[in-house]
């Protein structure tokens, strides 16, 4: 089992940032790829990025692509997301997810969830 918690969330105003960080604990977090997802209300959850077991590798939904930048610290077993320029349609709960070894951009090939963090940008 791997338990995730997130924080950092928060409310802030169209274009500024938040910093959101996601700290593991149970099995040996470097080998766990890890993403972040959210989930608007009345909205499918989508993917928003993903990074690989030793950060080398990412991938980020076209949405946020340029503005996101998700990266890791395996040292101290925790994941994070740099949120800039942030938009109003960026307000959503965000989710921290692990699965075993390979990146991935789907919520149903993530095998752990953190509870979640709210992020509300405001224009």
């Known amino acids: 089992q791997v338990q995730l918690v997130e924080s950092g969330g928060g409310s802030v105003q169209a274009g500024g940032s938040l910093r959101l960080s996601c700290v593991a604990s149970?099995?040996?977090?470097?080998?766990?790829?890890l993403g972040w997802f959210r989930q608007a209300p009345g909205k499918e959850r989508e993917f928003v990025a993903a990074?690989?077991?030793?950060?080398?590798?990412?991938s980020y939904a076209d949405s946020v692509k340029g503005r996101f930048t998700i990266s890791r610290d395996n040292s101290k077993n925790t994941a994070f997301l740099q949120m800039n320029s942030l938009k109003p349609e960026d307000t959503a709960v965000y989710y921290c997810?692990?699965?075993?070894?390979?990146?991935?951009?789907?919520?149903?090939?993530?095998?752990?969830w953190g509870q979640g963090t709210q992020v509300t940008v405001s224009s």
């Open positions: 149970g099995r040996t977090f470097g080998n766990y790829a």
């Open positions: 990074i690989s077991l030793s950060g080398g590798m990412t």
């Open positions: 997810a692990a699965r075993w070894r390979a990146i991935a951009s789907t919520s149903r090939e993530y095998d752990y």
